[in-house]
């Protein structure tokens, strides 16, 4: 099965800097995948689908890249609200896996 | 879009218990639909897969056998059959909705329900 790693697991940064978080597939996967924000206590969210699509309602600020194995989510002016754990998935084939989840503190 | 769970709840190790996901607002048989779990205090992790036209399913190994995914297209419904249940089993469970009738990215999740399982 294809293992899914994310870095950093956490980071703290200021409000208005530039985040990024890396996502890792230890197989390529083209561009089947996705970015999810999961506030505490609350259901996970889609931001980024297909790598790099921006899903309806989803800030600007938010960014995908990548294909193949790597695979990078960007904050371009992080804001309080952003304050969340995001994790990766694949879907390119079973198993779906999610990453570990990286944790965006302020 | 709306996806309503019921049937969490405490069960003894080697139980049963069987979650089910009512599903509104969209045509329910043309999107491939998964059950999604969170150990407490712990990441996502995907348990099954079902096709939209109910054809094809996928399991993660860690639930390969014991549990089964349904679901019934004439009532909107999603099911998760989890027997032989285990400690490591309990977690706050997610019906979620793909964007396609294949298995592609969630857009829309449940509002999870909690299984414990104990002694």
């Known amino acids: 099965d294809i293992q899914m790693t994310q870095s950093p697991s956490s980071l703290s940064a200021s409000v208005g800097d530039r985040v990024t978080i890396t996502c890792r597939a230890s197989?390529?996967?083209?561009?089947?995948l996705a970015w999810y924000q999961q506030k505490p206590g609350k259901v996970p969210k889609l931001l980024i689908f297909?790598?790099?699509s921006l899903q309806s309602g989803v800030p600007s600020r938010f960014s995908g890249s990548g294909s193949g194995t790597d695979f990078t989510l960007t904050i371009s002016s992080l804001q309080p609200e952003d304050v969340a754990t995001y994790y990766c998935?694949?879907?390119?084939?079973?198993?779906?896996?999610f990453g570990p989840g990286t944790i965006v503190d302020i | 879009v709306q996806l309503l769970q019921s049937g969490g709840g405490l069960v003894q190790p080697g139980g049963s218990l069987r979650l089910s996901c009512a599903a509104s607002?969209?045509?329910?048989?043309?999107?491939?639909m998964s059950w999604v779990r969170q150990a407490p205090g712990k990441g996502l992790e995907w348990v099954s897969a079902?096709?939209?036209?109910?054809?094809?399913?996928y399991d993660a190994d860690s639930v390969n056998g014991r549990f089964t995914i349904s679901r019934d297209n004439s009532k909107n419904m999603l099911y998760l059959q989890m027997n032989s249940l285990r400690a490591e089993d309990t977690a706050v469970y997610y019906c979620?909705?793909?964007?396609?009738?294949?298995?592609?990215?969630?857009?829309?999740w449940g509002q999870g329900t909690l299984v414990s399982v104990s002694s």
């Open positions: 979620a909705k793909t964007s396609s009738n294949w298995f592609s990215e969630i857009d829309y």
């Open positions: 607002g969209f045509t329910f048989s043309n999107f491939a």
């Open positions: 079902i096709g939209g036209s109910r054809d094809t399913t």
């Open positions: 197989q390529g996967i083209s561009n089947f």
């Open positions: 297909a790598a790099s």
């Open positions: 998935q694949k879907y390119d084939s079973a198993p779906f896996t």
